[in-house]
Each structure stands twice: as structure tokens, then as C-alpha cells.
């Protein structure tokens, strides 16, 4: 679908950008199966999320943009902020990858929970009424 002409808008029927709608297809294929080969060899790297980020702002701005330039609507509208993000996002990916592995991953609160049940049940067990009887024939 990328390879096929492609019916441009009166507005924008430039011959460079009919030539270079191609060229865009098969970037945004190239990007996408980079990001894929690099999220399998190493998941959520940053060069992974440069990758995707790229493919989708490049897909998202020209189809918007071409969609927009037809007939002007909010989703076509949408389709261009959406790309304008995912181009912000592929500068931002190392940030955002930062913040992923420096979110704790729980396991501090998982301890911290069991060494309170674990104080709770010693106060507990310190406070329980013993029976007299048991002490007295252990004794004997």
C-alpha cells in the first residue's frame, strides 16, 4: 500500500511530495522493523522507542496531514497532534525510559508489609491469654 501513487489534494499536489509519498512508506516500514529487531534484542531500550516513536509521528503526520489537506476535520486534527507528540516523544525517550526503570518495582512494600504482619503477630502472641494448666503440668 505504501509503493502505490497516491491521490494527493489540489492544495498539496506538488510532484515532489507524490514522488517522495513512497519513500515515506517504506521509512515508516524500516523504522517500525528496527524497532522491532531492537525491542526483541533488548526490550524497552531507547533506541527502540527512538525507532517507534519516528515510525508513528512519520505515519500520523502524513496521513493527517494529507487527510486534512481533503477535507478538514477534528479527527484529522487529532492525527497531526498525535504525530507532532510521537515526534516530541522520540527526543524524549530517554527520559521516558529514566523514569520506567527508576519507578520502584514494589518489592520494598512487599517487605515492609510482612514485617508489620510479622510485629503484629509477636504483639499479639505477647498479649494472648495462656491457660494456667498447661504451665502447671509441664511442671510436674
Known sequence: LAL??????????YMWLENAYP???AAIAILASFAGVFEALRPGSIAA?????SAAALYLL???SILYAWKPSISAA????????????AFAAPRI????????????DLAA?????????????????????????SVI
Do not use: M, N
Request: hydrophobic share 40%; aromatic share 8%.
Open 62 to 64: 502524513s496521513y493527517g
Open 4 to 13: 502505490r501513487p497516491v491521490a494527493l489534494p489540489p492544495s498539496i499536489h
Open 23 to 25: 519513500y515515506i512508506g
Open 113 to 137: 508489609l510482612a514485617q508489620l504482619a510479622d510485629k503484629r503477630a509477636q504483639a499479639l502472641a505477647a498479649r494472648e491469654w495462656k491457660d494456667k494448666s498447661d504451665r502447671i503440668s
Open 78 to 89: 487529532v492525527l497531526v497532534l498525535s504525530g507532532a507528540l510521537a515526534f516530541v516523544g
Open 49 to 53: 522507542r527512538r525507532c517507534y516513536f
Open 97 to 108: 525510559v529514566e523514569r520506567e526503570t527508576a519507578a520502584p518495582s514494589g518489592d520494598e
